[in-house]
């Protein structure tokens, strides 16, 4: 069965490092999204993506954050200077026209 | 925005016991799904269920649309259905709205 595959499943970084979350959405996918989950909390929206441009953005998503589908199969999340308050779980989610959301495993992101 | 409201926030429950969980959302939405999230953190699909009635062995939802609400039914729990279910809505593509959860937990 098709899935969604994040990577790494955990991350560790220091405080100032850019990170890169990776995704493979599902092949025949049109509509891609990354939501956030801290500890203890409810996932959050982060941004949705749909062909080529970003079509939503949360409050969250602000100029340290960006997204990427640089070769037609991977997409990709970026946080340019992490924050300890970045920590958190972080998800890829795919889908076609109106229909079921799948999600990837998360990526735990850790900032020391 | 859409919001969503789940409940109970916990539940603690003996081992062979039945539960509800419901899910109320403020607005009309034509997605709602059901998740599991496992204690590695994964978030499990459990239901796609815009509406109606569907079953899947020891577990089944209802979504009744029109009114705004969804109930999961977990029958006969056991120790692997604890962790925390998530409820979540949208229209079309739109982002899914999350709600807080509810936390299970079935003791032996």
């Known amino acids: 069965e098709p899935e969604v595959t994040q990577t790494p499943s955990h991350q560790v970084t220091q405080m100032g490092q850019e990170v890169i979350l990776r995704c493979v959405p599902i092949?025949?996918?049109?509509?891609f999204y990354w939501y956030r989950q801290i500890l203890g909390q409810k996932v959050e929206f982060l941004v949705s993506f749909y062909n080529n441009e970003i079509s939503e953005k949360s409050e969250i998503f602000d100029d340290q954050f960006s997204v990427e589908r640089p070769d037609g199969s991977n997409f990709t999340l970026k946080i340019r200077s992490t924050k300890l308050e970045d920590s958190a779980m972080y998800f890829c989610?795919?889908?076609?026209?109106?229909?079921?959301?799948?999600f990837g495993q998360g990526t735990r992101l850790t900032v020391v | 925005g859409i919001q969503v409201e789940q409940s109970p926030p916990d539940l603690i429950l003996q081992e062979g016991a039945n539960s509800t969980l419901r899910c109320n959302f403020s607005?009309?939405?034509?997605?709602l799904q059901w998740f599991h999230q496992n204690p590695w953190g994964q978030l499990i699909n459990l239901f796609y269920i815009p509406s109606g009635t569907k079953q899947n062995g020891r577990l089944s939802a209802t979504t009744v649309a029109t009114e705004r609400y969804s109930l999961l039914y977990i029958s006969s729990s056991q120790t692997t259905d604890s962790g925390v279910y998530f409820c979540?809505?949208?229209?079309?593509?739109?982002?899914?709205?999350f709600g807080t959860g509810t936390r299970l937990t079935i003791i032996p």
């Open positions: 989610a795919s889908n076609r026209e109106s229909t079921e959301a799948f």
């Open positions: 979540a809505v949208r229209r079309g593509n739109e982002k899914l709205t």
């Open positions: 092949s025949n996918h049109l509509y």
């Open positions: 607005d009309s939405v034509n997605n």
